[in-house]
């Protein structure tokens, strides 16, 4: 069936490093893709999509890349701050146009 | 610029009792969705409404219902609170139903059922 999950329920990053969180997905016909991020007590951010006609799309420090061959999907975040630590989901746009969620990944930025 | 705007923030409900959540966007986004939260599983789609006047039913709509009697508001209620509800709920917009496009949520409603 469809889903959508991350390969790490938590990361834990050095302040100024790279973070590169992962998500596999398992619907070859998704042709869209959401990153979010979702700090305590708030709701799910839009950070940056990728449709499936692209490898790979950049916005302000933050990289998404996608391999369609083996259905994956990660986002490179540069330069990690103290304000990166938040919980980061990506999600999947079924057949419907509905879309499906991973369980997220807890990203801890160290001072 | 507000989005989104779920009420109330937190609230906590005796079972049995029925409770609206409100959601109001200023978007003018066709498009609009209510989502639950549990630890561990994510986000799962509750009801949604592609344009005024529509809705349908998402992966756990059962309890639940929604309606949309205009663009901008999109109320979810439960007729009979029971404790497996206890949850946080998220709503989100999009401009278009059947596109490629991104939703924006609400800071979400954390309801607790006792």
């Known amino acids: 069936g469809e889903s959508v999950g991350l390969h790490l329920p938590t990361l834990s990053v050095q302040e100024g490093d790279n973070s590169i969180i992962n998500c596999a997905y398992s619907n070859s016909a998704s042709d869209y893709f959401i990153w979010y991020k979702q700090e305590s007590g708030k709701g799910p951010q839009f950070i940056i999509d990728?449709?499936?006609?692209?490898d790979k799309r950049q916005g302000q420090r933050v990289t998404v890349l996608l391999n369609k061959t083996v259905k994956h999907l990660s986002l490179q975040i540069a330069a990690t701050q103290p304000g990166d630590s938040a919980v980061y989901f990506c999600?999947?746009?079924?057949?419907?146009?509905?879309?499906?969620f991973g369980a997220g990944t807890t990203v801890t930025v160290r001072a | 610029i507000a989005g989104i705007t779920q009420a109330p923030t937190s609230q906590i409900l005796a079972a049995g009792r029925r409770m609206t959540l409100r959601c109001t966007q200023d978007?003018?986004?066709?498009?609009m969705y209510w989502y639950r939260q549990d630890l561990g599983l994510g986000l799962r789609l509750i009801h949604y409404?592609?344009?005024?006047?529509?809705?349908g039913k998402g992966e756990v709509p059962d309890g639940y219902s929604v309606s949309r009697a205009n663009t901008d508001d999109f109320p979810l209620t439960l007729a009979s609170a029971v404790p497996s509800q206890t949850s946080v709920y998220f709503c989100?917009?999009?401009?278009?139903?059947?596109?490629?496009?991104?939703?924006?949520f609400g800071d979400g409603t954390r309801l607790s059922i006792l």
């Open positions: 999600a999947e746009n079924r057949n419907d146009y509905k879309l499906s």
């Open positions: 990728i449709r499936s006609n692209m």
């Open positions: 978007m003018r986004h066709n498009a």
């Open positions: 989100a917009s999009s401009a278009a139903a059947y596109s490629n496009q991104p939703q924006h």
């Open positions: 409404s592609n344009t005024a006047g529509t809705t």
